[in-house]
């Protein structure tokens, strides 16, 4: 039994103070109301040392609580993608504990879907699984910004692009909040990188921050209306992030209205003063160096705390404000009376971690139609460990202890049974120091040569689950940043002799991100990303590379070809230990590629389909409000069933400032049966036109003619057209 759960036994005290919480369908309003009456009549009866004990951890995973009256302690849990596992103060894993969860497709796999209804199913399932195991708060979606493919926190996070992180988070947020739990939004703000992640100060224009990198945040709070929000390790304009005044006080409580809950990443905080003045209600984390017992009224926001109120330098009321929103997110939480109850690791719940991998790979390449492949190839070499390897143990702190996990060697095996022959070759070693190993390449050509079709797993790991040894192959991982974008373990060499020995070979990626492919690109026919898939990874594998699925994944985020070609080490100074200067400005991505036309390895948006698709008819009609009504007509004129994704760009032609050649401002996803057509009905907001003035520090329109681009990429618009606003 959970400590939450045994709390609900000692709630008779809060009774007598305040009335129970309705069950009845009362207004959101009265519902609201009466919950903060319900809070000031508990802040009123607190000790500022009650007070003190509820905004900071008291586990490794809660915050403290008051027992004398019957508040719990908030009970929080990794990660973005699954529950993590259960553990002690000590951070070693339980056991003989049922913490075996349903592993999703991670957050980059799921915004390659680009299919806002999944990011709810995505997040339902995570809400309910947290719940099930008494979790308050689930510590996801993490949506900062690609701005660097070395980041080792990718895999977890969504997109390079603003628009489209805004809308797949809201639907994530609204899916754990409707099972009773909490989400938590993190990391706030410019979590761009792991290298020296608690150390380098963050500088970036006005404009920057306002167009690229809070528009998720924003979408998160004052549409997913979420609960709860983390501050990022490193510093933003002199200033930690967790602790930052412009940031938290003036922009997420000022301007955004924000009324729940700031906490800090894991040890983020590093001023009792400046945490408390400057918006953070909530310090978590453990001190590493305390264990196996730390004393968690050492924290910044304990003791210290404690100190600076009885010394008159901080206010108590501030304390108040801290313990009002931590009760208002326990109430939101219903952590006061019943919760409805969660399902755990469910036939359900791994329906849903499969439709979302299904939709999520992405077929990169397919000359002369390799793929799919037919009935008649009888003989594949899989080769690669990629091929044969879970991930869900690794990658840090969004590790999950996964109910079961299909790789895709089992997935294709499971998919054909005895109608194929697969011959498995490890191909290479997964060691960060290994190089090309000549005994495995040369069993790997073997079989190549034998087989019809030779499919190679390559690309990224997440490294060993095993804490201690992450440095030696963590590429996908918290804490570390990839050094290059180059194929490690040799696999490039691996690749290039696979396709002499037969050139058709298909290359599957597993990763949370680009990689370089400059040295057999264009001697493939056949390359797919497949990411990090979860538990049903590799069954979507094998039906997409067998035709029982047809790909409709899309890029969330360019592949450059180099890394030298990416405006965040071109343009700016990625790496500082100290100080980084955000020299790319708004030119992030897509809109860097396009304006100075740098040709990608692959475009943001882009993804193949086995039929094809048409665009025509298209109108774009002003409206009196100074909105654009969008509608384009999409034909799937293959012969097979297939979903593609209308995406639209807009562009002004004429402008004071500097603009990207166009920015992402709508899309909708949809699947046609082959002959089948659809119109797609948009409409671009006032914000869709807009840039951040810095001159006025305010959105402008700035009147005149914008064109109109739509298609199924953004190197591949279809259709044109314009409005004049």
């Known amino acids: 039994m959970t400590k939450r759960r045994i709390t609900l036994a000692v709630l008779s005290v809060l009774a007598m103070s305040a009335p129970a919480v309705a069950q009845t369908s009362a207004p959101a309003t009265t519902?609201?109301?009466?919950?903060?009456?319900?809070?000031?009549?508990?802040?009123?009866?607190?000790?500022?040392?009650?007070?003190?004990?509820?905004?900071?951890?008291?586990?490794?995973?809660?915050?403290?609580?008051?027992?004398?009256?019957?508040?719990?302690?908030?009970?929080?849990?990794?990660?973005?993608?699954?529950?993590?596992?259960?553990?002690?103060?000590?951070?070693?894993?339980?056991?003989?504990?049922?913490?075996?969860?349903?592993?999703?497709?991670?957050?980059?796999?799921?915004?390659?879907?680009?299919?806002?209804?999944?990011?709810?199913?995505?997040?339902?399932?995570?809400?309910?699984?947290?719940?099930?195991?008494?979790?308050?708060v689930i510590l996801g979606p993490g949506i900062n910004i690609m701005r660097t493919p070395l980041n080792g926190r990718n895999f977890e996070y969504q997109s390079e692009d603003p628009y489209l992180i805004s809308q797949m988070v809201v639907g994530y947020i609204k899916g754990v909040q409707d099972q009773g739990v909490s989400a938590c939004v993190k990391h706030f703000i410019a979590n761009n990188q792991?290298?020296?992640?608690?150390?380098?100060?963050?500088?970036?224009?006005?404009?920057?921050?306002?167009?690229?990198?809070?528009?998720?945040?924003?979408?998160?709070?004052?549409?997913?209306?979420?609960?709860?929000?983390?501050?990022?390790?490193?510093?933003?304009?002199?200033?930690?992030?967790?602790e930052n005044d412009y940031l938290i006080n003036k922009i997420l409580k000022g301007e955004w209205k924000?009324?729940?809950?700031?906490?800090?990443?894991?040890?983020?905080?590093?001023?009792?003063?400046?945490?408390?003045?400057?918006?953070?209600?909530?310090?978590?984390g453990t001190d590493l160096k305390m264990l196996p017992n730390p004393d968690y009224n050492k924290f910044y926001m304990a003791d210290s705390a404690l100190l600076l109120v009885k010394n008159g330098k901080v206010p108590e009321s501030i304390i108040d404000e801290k313990v009002r929103r931590i009760l208002r997110i326990m109430y939101r939480t219903h952590m006061f009376d019943q919760r409805q109850p969660g399902s755990y690791a469910t036939k359900e719940h791994a329906a849903t971690a499969l439709k979302i991998a299904e939709e999520s790979i992405v077929l990169l390449k397919n000359e002369k139609n390799l793929l799919p492949l037919s009935a008649s190839v009888k003989n594949v070499a899989v080769i690669?460990?990629?091929?044969?390897?879970?991930?869900?143990?690794?990658?840090?702190?969004?590790?999950?202890?996964?109910?079961?996990?299909?790789?895709?060697?089992?997935?294709?095996?499971?998919?054909?049974?005895?109608?194929?022959?697969?011959t498995y070759s490890q191909g290479y070693k997964i060691e960060r120091k290994a190089d090309a190993d000549d005994q495995l390449i040369a069993e790997a050509v073997a079989a190549a040569k034998?087989?019809?079709?030779?499919?190679?797993?390559?690309?990224?790991?997440?490294?060993?689950?095993?804490?201690?040894?992450?440095?030696?192959?963590?590429?996908?991982?918290?804490?570390?940043?990839?050094?290059?974008?180059?194929?490690?373990?040799?696999?490039?060499?691996?690749?290039?002799?696979?396709?002499?020995?037969?050139?058709?070979?298909?290359?599957?990626?597993?990763?949370?991100?680009?990689?370089?492919?400059?040295?057999?690109?264009?001697?493939?026919?056949?390359?797919?990303?497949?990411?990090?898939?979860?538990?049903?990874?590799?069954?979507?594998?094998?039906?997409?590379l067998y035709g029982k699925i047809n790909p409709s994944g899309k890029l969330p985020v360019t592949f450059p070809?180099?890394?030298?070609?990416?405006?965040?080490?071109?343009?700016?100074?990625?790496?500082?230990?100290?100080?980084?200067?955000?020299?790319?400005?708004?030119?992030?991505?897509?809109?860097?590629y396009d304006t100075y036309k740098v040709q990608p390895q692959f475009a943001f948006g882009h993804g193949l389909s086995y039929t094809t698709f048409s665009y025509s008819n298209l109108t774009v009609t002003k409206n009196s409000d100074n909105t654009v009504s969008v509608n384009v007509t999409v034909k799937n004129t293959g012969s097979k069933e297939g979903g593609d994704v209308a995406q639209v760009y807009?562009?002004?032609?004429?402008?004071?400032?500097?603009?990207?050649?166009?920015?992402?401002?709508?899309?909708?996803?949809v699947f046609l049966k082959a002959g089948e057509s659809k119109v797609v009905k948009l409409t671009l907001n006032k914000d869709a036109f807009q840039y951040f003035d810095e001159k006025k520090n305010d959105w402008t329109l700035e009147p005149g003619k914008f064109t109109i681009l739509v298609g199924n990429a953004s190197d591949n618009i279809k259709v044109k057209g314009s409005a004049v606003l």
């Open 194 to 242: 792991e290298t020296n992640r608690n150390t380098v100060d963050i500088n970036m224009s006005e404009r920057a921050l306002r167009e690229i990198y809070l528009p998720g945040f924003k979408a998160a709070v004052t549409v997913g209306k979420v609960n709860t929000l983390m501050g990022s390790y490193n510093l933003f304009r002199g200033q930690y992030c967790t």
């Open 650 to 669: 807009v562009h002004q032609d004429k402008c004071s400032v500097d603009r990207p050649e166009k920015e992402l401002k709508g899309f909708e996803k």
């Open 561 to 592: 070809k180099v890394l030298e070609d990416v405006p965040a080490h071109k343009l700016g100074d990625y790496g500082n230990n100290l100080h980084e200067e955000y020299k790319d400005g708004i030119y992030v991505g897509y809109r860097y």
């Open 384 to 422: 690669g460990m990629n091929a044969n390897r879970k991930n869900s143990m690794g990658g840090g702190s969004s590790q999950v202890k996964a109910l079961y996990e299909i790789t895709p060697l089992a997935g294709l095996r499971t998919l054909m049974g005895d109608k194929v022959n697969f």
């Open 450 to 544: 034998k087989s019809d079709v030779a499919i190679v797993f390559g690309g990224w790991t997440h490294g060993y689950s095993d804490y201690s040894k992450w440095s030696d192959n963590a590429f996908d991982a918290e804490g570390f940043d990839k050094k290059d974008m180059k194929m490690p373990f040799g696999q490039d060499k691996l690749i290039q002799e696979v396709l002499k020995a037969n050139p058709n070979t298909i290359v599957v990626l597993i990763g949370g991100g680009p990689i370089d492919m400059t040295k057999w690109i264009g001697q493939t026919k056949a390359v797919v990303q497949a990411w990090y898939g979860g538990m049903e990874g590799g069954t979507a594998i094998a039906e997409m």
């Open 258 to 284: 924000f009324d729940g809950l700031v906490m800090s990443d894991w040890g983020a905080v590093h001023v009792a003063s400046e945490a408390l003045l400057n918006g953070c209600d909530l310090e978590m």
């Open 31 to 136: 519902v609201a109301q009466n919950d903060e009456a319900k809070i000031e009549a508990l802040i009123k009866q607190m000790t500022l040392e009650e007070k003190v004990t509820m905004i900071h951890a008291s586990s490794s995973f809660t915050s403290g609580g008051v027992k004398r009256l019957g508040i719990p302690e908030l009970m929080t849990s990794d990660g973005p993608h699954g529950v993590r596992p259960e553990h002690g103060r000590d951070w070693t894993l339980d056991k003989d504990v049922n913490d075996s969860c349903t592993y999703l497709p991670t957050g980059v796999a799921l915004a390659s879907t680009w299919n806002p209804k999944l990011g709810y199913a995505f997040g339902s399932v995570l809400g309910s699984e947290a719940n099930a195991r008494g979790k308050d």
